[in-house]
């Protein structure tokens, strides 16, 4: 099969175009041939190499995708060869106690697909039939792979995690991003304000056609902003998922109270802190990782039920993966960048 790999880590240049092995599916698993598939921030982690995770060489990132079930492995008794679908790319062991206690990401052996397994920048992937959802069918199937990790990520962040309730007032770092984007769309379905920042003035005027209520520009002064903003109340949610470069300022512009989400460090892992900030004004930091299979159910209600659209950005043909990578890895993008299998 076609695929976009690369055999050794480093930067876009070893990523590599060509034929791979067509992988077969295991017991309970099925295999999806592939209509599209999505980049996220975490491709270009997996391409560089992460810290403490091994990644079996030659790798096919990518997490995200939609497709037709072209194959289904032994026990897979109500999946049908043809439905079209998309996955949850959560990978966990579905015994431990998390995973019998239906909270699949804190599983002790959680991976994601792409990263821990061979992904989706191919002309098919194999995924455990638990995973599969039927595919909406009134969006694209550019749409059908651009929700999957991103907003998976951003509903356990804002609705479970963050707790966001209707009224408040949410920060969210660095708008044009994947999951940035999805808390801004799910942010507006619960009702709450939403305070965008970016380096991009095009990026901030778009934030607002979407449904942000005021932007700031994200420097040293987001904070200042949000204070202003806010008649120095601050923001009871802030959603951070760049790290170093934001953590102080994330800090400064929650309220008393305020709730502090990061599923993410796009910036660096070791920001610097003011602890006093933190237990003075009783602040929650709180850690979030993709979702549970509830997380996923309820996002795919809220897809289906037309409240939530992913919005793209670009879309390119599969071979021309390479120049999708450079976009990610300039910022260019605003929301998500799209590969065509068949394109």
């Not at 039939?129 to 969006?139: F, G, I, M, Y």
């Amino acid at each position: 099969m076609r695929a976009l790999y690369f055999e050794e880590h480093g930067g876009t240049d070893k990523l590599l175009y060509g034929e791979r092995p067509e992988p077969e599916p295991g017991p309970g698993e099925v295999r999806v041939r592939l209509k599209t598939t999505a980049l996220n921030h975490l491709d270009l982690f997996v391409l560089e190499g992460i810290p403490g995770i091994p990644i079996e060489l030659p790798h096919i990132g990518g997490a995200d995708g939609a497709g037709v079930v072209d194959a289904v492995g032994e026990g897979v008794g109500d999946v049908e060869v043809g439905a079209e679908v998309v996955f949850d790319p959560g990978l966990s062991c579905g015994h431990c106690e998390y995973c019998q206690s239906g909270e699949q990401s804190l599983c002790v052996r959680f991976g994601v697909l792409g990263e821990h397994s061979d992904g989706t920048f191919a002309e098919a992937v194999v995924v455990s039939a638990q995973s599969l959802a039927p595919r909406p069918n009134h969006l694209s199937w550019e749409e059908s792979a651009a929700f999957g990790l991103a907003h998976l990520t951003a509903w356990r962040m804002l609705i479970n995690r963050g707790g966001l309730r209707p009224g408040e007032t949410v920060l969210i770092h660095g708008i044009g991003g994947g999951v940035s984007m999805a808390c801004l769309q799910l942010a507006k379905i619960v009702g709450a304000r939403v305070i965008a920042t970016s380096r991009s003035d095009k990026k901030l005027r778009r934030a607002v056609e979407l449904g942000a209520d005021e932007t700031l520009p994200a420097d040293d002064q987001v904070a200042r902003g949000v204070r202003g903003l806010t008649g120095k109340r601050g923001a009871d949610v802030v959603v951070d998922s760049v790290g170093e470069a934001t953590w102080m300022q994330s800090l400064k512009a929650a309220a008393k109270g305020g709730r502090i989400v990061t599923c993410g460090a796009t910036s660096g892992p070791n920001p610097v802190e003011e602890i006093r900030l933190i237990f003075w004004n009783q602040l929650s930091i709180i850690g979030s990782t993709m979702g549970s299979r509830r997380d996923w159910r309820q996002l795919i209600a809220a897809v289906e039920g037309h409240r939530l659209k992913p919005v793209i950005d670009t879309v390119f043909p599969l071979a021309e993966g390479r120049t999708a990578y450079e976009r990610m890895e300039e910022a260019g993008q605003f929301a998500k960048i799209v590969l065509s299998i068949d394109g």
